[in-house]
Structure formats: C-alpha cells, structure tokens
C-alpha cells in the first residue's frame, strides 16, 4: 500500500492547543459567575471526554447535576461554550498558542512530495480556521484539502465517524492514509476508521493507552517523510 494522504488532528497535534483552552474555559467560568475552575489535573482528566460542549456537558452533570435537568440547560451550555470559543480565539491570536515541533517542516515537505493532506479533529471549524489563520500561517493556504471538524462528526472521537467522513471526500481507503494523533481517543478513532495511527504525545496525554499505534514519538521534530511511509508500509503489510 502506498502512502497517499496525512491526516492530522489539531488539538495537541498540530499546535500546543490545550493549555490556552484550558484558560479560556476558566475565564468564561468566572465571567458567568460560575464557581468552576479546571486545574491542570483535572483538566488532564476532562480530556478524555472529547469535544468542548460534550466536555461542559459532563462535568456540569458531576458537580451541578440539577442545572442539567432544567428547560434551558442546552442552551445554558452552548452559550457557554460559544463564549470559550471566542475567548480562546483571542487567545490564538495574541500568539499564546505554539505549533508543536516539527510540525510546519513536515507539512512543507509533504506537500513537496505531493501528498495529500487532511484533518480530523472534534474541535470546531472556526477554531481550525484561527488556528490556520495565525499560528501556521507558514503553510500555504488551502493546504488541507479536506478538514473535519466537530460539526461533520455525529459523534466525538473515540468514535471513528470523523475520520469516515474525511476518508469518504478524499475518496481512499483507510490503508492509503496515515493518521497523525496525541490522544488514546484519536487513536481509537483513527484504527475504528480502519487508518493506521503515528502518535505524537503531549504533556496532557503522555499517561495515555496508545496500543495499536504504528509508533509513539514526543513530537515531530526528527520526522521525515520517509520514517511515515515505513511506518505506513509496516502496518500495512
């Protein structure tokens, strides 16, 4: 099997994504008088359920679970989450959100190497686009041919249903691709959808089960081309 596409997940993957949404969570919960706040080890915890609103959803459920029984509680929590997102955007656009290592020199010599490139992740689109529009502003634009955000998934990794979504647009099987993840639940997304799955992990998901994983690497820095096409080419066997 050839390698034909990448496909990347953005938070942890793509850019250093969580410590800036963590803060923006925090910052809408003290603007909605709200006496939440998410340290860093809960935080860590919270990460294994996938998706912003899913993830207000749940930890409403364990500390305030009255709130979830009344009439506006899905709104309640889409203004919140609406509100974080904003928060966060400016967050990225003050330059508090670095790309992981590696990450835009590898992108540059897929590219060079004519393949394809994707994404699939369970965060919102606009929050891809700001983080396309600032900090990998070095990649060209429209690099992506396809992305996949929380809006094309009817559920959140660990479900494959993203990645099926992208696959179907880009039209290849699964072993055509190579799946770049940071998380045990991308990872169950990505092999779900049948793609093999290269892990960069972060400080947020290093405790994570990445079992079936072509391979586990701090981050890209020392990555080429040619390591994710013979990796690609082992699992494929």
């Known amino acids: 099997m050839t390698l ?14 969580e410590e800036a949404h963590r803060q923006a969570f925090n910052a809408t919960f003290k603007e909605f008088g709200l006496p939440w706040y998410w340290d860093v080890e809960l935080y860590v915890e919270l ?3 996938a998706g912003g609103k899913e993830r207000l959803t749940h930890y409403c459920r364990c500390v305030d679970p009255q709130r979830m029984v009344q009439p506006d509680a899905t709104e309640f929590i889409a203004r919140l989450h609406q509100r974080k997102t904003r928060v966060y955007e400016r967050r990225v656009e003050m330059g508090e959100v670095p790309a ?5 020199r590898l992108i540059h010599e897929l590219i060079q190497a004519n393949i394809r490139l994707a ?7 606009a929050n891809v686009d700001i983080l396309l529009a600032t900090t990998l502003a070095d990649l060209p634009p429209d690099c992506f041919e396809i992305i996949g955000a929380g809006e094309q998934a009817t559920a959140k990794k660990p479900s494959p ?3 099926r979504w992208v696959l ?6 699964g072993s055509d691709c190579l799946a770049i993840e940071d998380s045990r639940n991308g990872v169950r997304a990505a092999l779900g959808a049948g793609i093999p799955v290269l892990v960069t992990e972060s400080s947020w998901t290093c405790r994570d089960d990445f079992t079936g994983a072509v391979a586990v690497l701090p981050d890209l820095g020392n990555t080429d081309l040619a390591q994710l096409e013979s990796w690609h080419a082992k699992q494929s066997r």
């Not at 992981?100 to 835009?104: L, T």
């Not at 179907?168 to 099987?173: A, K, V």
């Open 47 to 49: 990460l294994a359920v």
């Open 4 to 17: 034909d596409a990448v496909i990347f997940d953005v938070d942890g993957t793509l850019a250093d994504t």
């Open 168 to 173: 179907e647009r880009l039209e290849l099987p």
């Open 119 to 125: 994404i699939a992740t369970t965060t919102s689109r």
């Open 100 to 104: 992981r290592p590696g990450v835009v």
């Open 161 to 163: 249903d993203v990645y």
